[in-house]
């Protein structure tokens, strides 16, 4: 009977820590410039191709590169779908690295704090990006953005 608010205790720890890496996130995310009207809609929809992991194996990683190859050079498109290739990989391989927390007996507090803190990343920023995407501004990614973009 021990174990249960020691579980819900750790759970709620993540579920904070997540939220605090989630604030920091969304407040270094920058604009990275102007979308033209004309290429709105495609530059949500390369923020939002990174979901498609979620309902298509692999998709998060196929939707991106296809939008990638069929973007032009430079343009934000092209820009936006590097970003969620770059965010969906991280995700991934940060998710290996959970797997390896998880099997640690003294790491499994820092693990859950790294599942809601990624969880929450890989979630909110692409619709964060969409949304700039519609307003009109290019959304550069804290952390990936800028590495996948040159920006």
């Not at 820590?17 to 929809?45: K, P, Q, Y």
Request: proline residues 4%.
């Amino acid at each position: 009977m021990v174990l249960a608010p020691l579980i819900l205790g750790l759970i709620l720890l993540g579920l904070f820590a997540g939220g605090i890496v989630l604030f920091l996130a969304l407040a270094s995310t920058r604009s990275g410039g102007a979308v033209a009207s004309e290429d709105r809609m495609m530059t949500a929809l390369a923020h939002l191709a990174g979901y498609g992991g979620y309902i298509i194996p692999v998709g998060g990683v196929l939707l991106p590169i296809l939008l990638m190859m069929g973007a032009e050079e430079g343009s934000t498109v092209k820009l936006a779908a590097k970003q969620a290739l770059g965010l969906n990989v991280f995700v991934f391989l940060a998710s290996l690295l959970l797997v390896v927390l998880w099997f640690t007996v003294v790491l499994i507090p820092v693990a859950w704090a790294v599942t809601a803190a990624l969880g929450f990343v890989a979630l909110v920023l692409p619709a964060v990006g969409a949304i700039q995407a519609m307003n009109g501004r290019l959304c550069i990614y804290p952390f990936i953005g800028s590495m996948v973009t040159g920006r």
